[in-house]
Protein backbone atom coordinates (compact mmCIF):
# COMPACT_ATOMS: atom_id res chain seq x y z
CA UNK A 1 0.00 0.00 0.00
CA UNK A 2 1.54 3.75 -0.67
CA UNK A 3 1.55 6.19 1.48
CA UNK A 4 -0.77 9.29 1.00
CA UNK A 5 1.69 12.07 0.43
CA UNK A 6 0.85 15.57 1.90
CA UNK A 7 -0.32 18.53 -0.06
CA UNK A 8 2.90 20.48 -1.40
CA UNK A 9 3.39 24.20 0.32
CA UNK A 10 5.73 26.56 -0.66
CA UNK A 11 6.65 29.04 2.08
CA UNK A 12 8.18 32.55 0.75
CA UNK A 13 8.28 34.28 -2.80
CA UNK A 14 10.40 31.85 -4.88
CA UNK A 15 9.14 34.39 -7.67
CA UNK A 16 12.42 35.21 -9.92
CA UNK A 17 14.42 33.21 -8.22
CA UNK A 18 16.45 29.70 -8.10
CA UNK A 19 14.84 26.87 -6.22
CA UNK A 20 16.92 23.94 -4.85
CA UNK A 21 16.12 20.32 -3.68
CA UNK A 22 18.45 18.44 -1.53
CA UNK A 23 17.36 15.01 -0.32
CA UNK A 24 20.25 12.11 0.37
CA UNK A 25 17.90 9.86 -2.66
CA UNK A 26 15.95 9.73 -5.25
CA UNK A 27 14.54 7.29 -6.56
CA UNK A 28 10.96 7.87 -7.56
CA UNK A 29 10.76 11.20 -8.74
CA UNK A 30 7.59 11.97 -8.65
CA UNK A 31 7.18 14.37 -5.53
CA UNK A 32 10.28 16.39 -6.81
CA UNK A 33 8.40 16.54 -10.05
CA UNK A 34 5.19 17.81 -8.18
CA UNK A 35 7.30 20.08 -6.19
CA UNK A 36 8.97 21.09 -9.56
CA UNK A 37 5.28 22.59 -11.05
CA UNK A 38 4.45 24.22 -7.67
CA UNK A 39 7.67 26.08 -7.52
CA UNK A 40 7.19 27.32 -11.13
CA UNK A 41 4.14 27.98 -10.92
CA UNK A 42 4.78 30.61 -8.21
CA UNK A 43 7.55 31.95 -10.28
CA UNK A 44 11.00 30.30 -9.77
CA UNK A 45 13.31 30.88 -12.36
CA UNK A 46 14.91 27.58 -12.10
CA UNK A 47 14.41 24.47 -9.68
CA UNK A 48 17.60 22.02 -9.18
CA UNK A 49 17.80 18.84 -7.44
CA UNK A 50 20.56 17.81 -5.64
CA UNK A 51 20.89 14.26 -3.74
CA UNK A 52 23.84 12.04 -2.65
CA UNK A 53 22.33 9.00 -3.85
CA UNK A 54 20.58 8.81 -7.48
CA UNK A 55 18.84 5.86 -7.87
CA UNK A 56 16.94 7.18 -10.48
CA UNK A 57 14.85 3.51 -11.49
CA UNK A 58 11.97 2.33 -13.81
CA UNK A 59 10.88 5.19 -15.77
CA UNK A 60 12.56 8.32 -13.10
CA UNK A 61 14.45 9.38 -16.24
CA UNK A 62 11.99 9.91 -18.43
CA UNK A 63 9.74 11.67 -16.06
CA UNK A 64 12.87 14.17 -15.22
CA UNK A 65 13.60 14.86 -19.18
CA UNK A 66 9.81 15.68 -19.31
CA UNK A 67 9.49 17.99 -15.87
CA UNK A 68 9.95 21.37 -15.47
CA UNK A 69 13.28 20.55 -13.29
CA UNK A 70 16.01 22.16 -14.82
CA UNK A 71 19.11 20.00 -13.53
CA UNK A 72 19.56 16.71 -11.35
CA UNK A 73 22.51 16.91 -9.50
CA UNK A 74 23.98 13.49 -8.07
CA UNK A 75 27.10 11.79 -6.96
CA UNK A 76 28.80 8.82 -8.23
CA UNK A 77 28.44 6.44 -5.07
CA UNK A 78 25.08 4.72 -7.47
CA UNK A 79 26.49 4.02 -11.11
CA UNK A 80 23.56 5.71 -13.27
CA UNK A 81 25.47 6.00 -16.57
CA UNK A 82 22.30 4.39 -18.24
CA UNK A 83 19.67 6.69 -17.03
CA UNK A 84 21.65 9.75 -18.42
CA UNK A 85 21.61 8.05 -21.26
CA UNK A 86 17.94 8.79 -21.36
CA UNK A 87 17.88 12.22 -19.01
CA UNK A 88 20.32 15.01 -20.75
CA UNK A 89 19.30 16.93 -17.13
CA UNK A 90 21.06 14.20 -14.62
CA UNK A 91 24.65 15.78 -13.98
CA UNK A 92 27.26 13.49 -11.99
CA UNK A 93 29.71 14.91 -9.19
CA UNK A 94 32.71 12.67 -8.12
CA UNK A 95 33.28 12.17 -4.73
CA UNK A 96 35.29 8.91 -5.06
CA UNK A 97 38.97 10.78 -3.82
CA UNK A 98 37.16 12.56 -1.05
CA UNK A 99 35.47 9.07 0.44
CA UNK A 100 38.60 7.68 -0.07
CA UNK A 101 40.58 10.41 1.60
CA UNK A 102 37.95 10.03 4.53
CA UNK A 103 38.06 6.27 4.68
CA UNK A 104 42.74 6.98 4.70
CA UNK A 105 42.13 9.05 7.95
CA UNK A 106 39.47 6.75 9.35
CA UNK A 107 42.35 4.44 9.05
CA UNK A 108 45.04 6.38 10.20
CA UNK A 109 43.42 8.06 12.79
CA UNK A 110 43.53 11.45 11.74
CA UNK A 111 41.70 14.66 11.45
CA UNK A 112 37.95 14.56 9.45
CA UNK A 113 37.43 18.24 9.65
CA UNK A 114 40.29 18.54 7.47
CA UNK A 115 38.29 17.49 4.93
CA UNK A 116 36.08 20.29 5.27
CA UNK A 117 38.24 22.71 5.38
CA UNK A 118 40.47 22.39 2.87
CA UNK A 119 38.37 21.26 -0.14
CA UNK A 120 38.47 23.55 -3.02
CA UNK A 121 35.59 24.13 -5.74
CA UNK A 122 38.77 21.53 -8.05
CA UNK A 123 38.31 18.57 -5.44
Known amino acids: MQKEKPPIS ?14 DMIDDVSGFVAAAHALKERGAYKVYVMATHGLLSSDAPRVLEDSPIDEVVVSNTVPHEVQKI ?17 IRRIYNQESMSYLFRNISTND
Do not use: F, R
Not at 13 to 21: L, P, T
Not at 86 to 102: G, N, R, Y
Open 10 to 23: IVGDVGGKIAIMIE
Open 86 to 102: HCSKIKTVDISAMLSEA
